[in-house]
């Protein structure tokens, strides 16, 4: 199993990661853990919604860029309390940073 995925673990509830973050900490790269991210087995245990951009934009979830499944995420992301605007984060209030 990737580390990134046990990473998802210790984000706390209404906080997020970038993919950015998870490349950082695991010396890789933002599109290698997208695809970590897609391919997760187990989103219910390990929560992949968490992951945003850099930017803060809210982009594909379970493999699909745009439709009902982005709308699932950001479903998930208000229920955990984080405030979306625009299909953004504000990364300065809610993004979880890994030492």
Avoid: W
């Avoid at 509830?13 to 087995?41: C, D, F, H, W």
């Avoid at 950001?74 to 890994?98: M, P, Q, V």
Wanted: aromatic share 8%; with cysteine; hydrophobic share 30%.
């Amino acid at each position: 199993m990737h580390p990134a995925l046990t990473l998802l673990a210790k984000i706390p509830k209404g906080k997020v990661t970038t993919y950015g973050e998870l490349a950082r900490i695991t010396r890789s790269s933002p599109r290698a853990i997208g695809q970590v991210m897609r391919r997760n087995p187990y989103p219910e245990i390990y929560s992949c919604y968490k992951v945003i951009s850099s930017s803060g934009k809210i982009h594909g979830y379970d493999g699909c860029l745009k439709g009902s499944k982005v709308g699932k995420k950001i479903g998930l992301l208000k229920k955990d309390g984080i405030e979306i605007k625009n299909s953004r984060i504000d990364l300065a209030r809610y993004l979880h940073k890994f030492k």
